[in-house]
Every structure is written in structure tokens, then in C-alpha cells.
């Protein structure tokens, strides 16, 4: 189970951190994604963090703005997103995808929070 939080309404340059705690499963063996999808638009991929909680890959629209970091000790992934645009408004997820080292095959989703930032 993935539970998000952090969510809200922000004027555009402002900051939000999404957090993601996890349960039900072992969270060092899964790679955490957080994705958002906007009105109208496909779901994008943000933001992923590795197993060993080192390595981060960001999509292109969000580099240099969002980072993602995790809390092992919490079971618990976060989004530092800041100097948002309006452009960001969307809902984002949290997923959890089992490492193919640890056989794959395996995913959980968060319900979403809605982030919504005003021009």
C-alpha cells in the first residue's frame, strides 16, 4: 500500500513537498516513481528513485526544479517540487515498482493527490 500526502493549491513560483509512505511490502527491493497526470493530458512519468535510494532520474519538464529523495528508515519517498508553474498542476502518483533483481513483476500505486498551482 502507498498512501500520498503533501498535496494543495500554490501560487506559481511557490514550493510543495509530496510525501509517499509505503506498507505491505519491502521497501528497499522497489524502484519509487512519482507520475502525474494533467486534465487532457497522458500520464508523465516525473521522477524515479532506485532501490539503493542514490540514483534519480528526472523527466525533462520538471529537471532542476523537483527532487526526489527517500527515507528508508520511513518507508518513505518524497517530491521537493519547487518553482512551480501552473504547467505543474496536475495529479501526481506514487508507485512502486519491484526491482527486476528481485524478480519484477510487482507494482503499487498511491491514490494520488491533487497539486494545483495558480498563475
Known amino acids: 500500500q502507498l498512501v500520498e500526502s503533501g498535496g494543495g493549491v500554490v501560487q506559481s513560483g511557490g514550493s510543495l513537498r509530496l510525501s509517499c509512505t509505503a506498507s505491505?511490502?519491502?521497501?528497499?527491493?522497489?524502484?519509487m516513481n512519482w507520475l502525474r497526470e494533467a486534465p487532457g493530458k497522458e500520464r508523465e512519468l516525473g521522477a524515479t528513485i532506485t532501490t539503493s535510494g542514490i540514483t534519480a532520474n528526472y523527466a525533462n519538464s520538471v529537471k532542476g526544479r523537483f527532487t526526489i529523495s527517500s527515507d528508508a528508515a520511513k518507508n518513505t519517498v518524497y517530491l521537493q517540487m519547487n518553482s512551480l508553474k501552473p504547467e505543474d498542476t496536475a495529479v501526481y502518483y506514487c508507485r512502486a515498482l519491484r526491482a527486476p533483481k528481485y524478480g519484477g513483476n510487482m507494482e503499487f500505486w498511491g491514490q494520488g493527490t491533487q497539486v494545483t498551482v495558480s498563475s
Open positions: 505491505g511490502f519491502t521497501f528497499s527491493m522497489y524502484t
